[in-house]
Nanobody
Framework: QVQLVESGGGLVQTGGSLRLSCAASGGTFDTYNMAWFRQAPGKEREFVVVISWRGGWTTYTDSVKGRFTISRDNSKSTVYLQMNSLKPEDTAVYYC????????????????WGQGTQVTVSS
């Protein structure tokens, strides 16, 4: 059973940066496409970004393009999300998720989820 643990969330001012990490254990990390999703209070969970199992392909939701960068280190079984130029609308619980097979943006397609880490951006 794959376990995902996120870290790195916190409180930051508008324009600030945070780096989220998601460490995997119990599975074959380098076969998983990994994604970040987020969920703000009262809203549905939304796709942020996905990276392919080798790291050679990524896709971002429009609202974070140019500000967020996903990366992965398969030797450490970890995926990262560098978030720059943060805005109040980025405030949410951020979740990492993993799946084998094709890359997807629909959360229901993902098999493995972390517990989430809170990101709060103050104005």
């Amino acid at each position: 059973q794959v376990q995902l643990v996120e870290s790195g969330g916190g409180l930051v001012q508008t324009g600030g940066s945070l780096r989220l990490s998601c460490a995997a254990s119990g599975g074959t990390f380098d076969t998983y496409n990994m994604a970040w999703f987020r969920q703000a209070p009262g809203k549905e969970r939304e796709f942020v970004v996905v990276i392919s199992w080798r790291g050679g392909w990524t896709t971002y939701t429009d609202s974070v393009k140019g500000r967020f960068t996903i990366s992965r280190d398969n030797s450490k079984s970890t995926v990262y999300l560098q978030m720059n130029s943060l805005k109040p609308e980025d405030t949410a619980v951020y979740y990492c998720a993993g799946k084998t097979g094709s890359t997807e943006i629909a959360p229901e397609r993902y098999d493995y989820w972390g517990q989430g880490t809170q990101v709060t951006v103050s104005s």
